[in-house]
């Protein structure tokens, strides 16, 4: 699936995300949102460790990029509130 590419400033640079790319990998449907638990979950653990994807219903590896998306999710969480 070919994601849109979004640009936004952050911390007074500007980048570029792939919109929807983090809901896709986790398999989060549209319109619910990521819970920060989650994400919590998943920067606690290593690269290469499991863990219980409830969104898949199943058992899903950490990536590198997985880690790095999640990041970036998190941040963009939390400058919303």
């Not at 849109?4 to 990998?25: F, P, Q």
């Not at 986790?26 to 290593?46: A, F, H, Q, T, Y």
């Not at 058992?59 to 590198?64: L, M, Y």
Request: glycine content about 10%; cysteine-free; charged content about 35%.
């Amino acid at each position: 699936m070919p994601y849109k590419k979004e640009t936004i400033k952050l911390g007074g640079e500007k980048i570029s995300i792939k919109k929807g790319a983090l809901r896709s990998m986790l398999g989060v449907p549209e319109g619910r949102d990521i819970s920060m638990s989650l994400l919590n979950k998943i920067m606690g653990l290593d690269v290469g460790e499991s863990f219980r994807n409830p969104y898949k219903k199943k058992e899903q590896k950490v990536t590198k990029l997985l880690k790095s998306r999640v990041s970036l999710g998190r941040t963009l969480k939390r400058m919303k509130k």
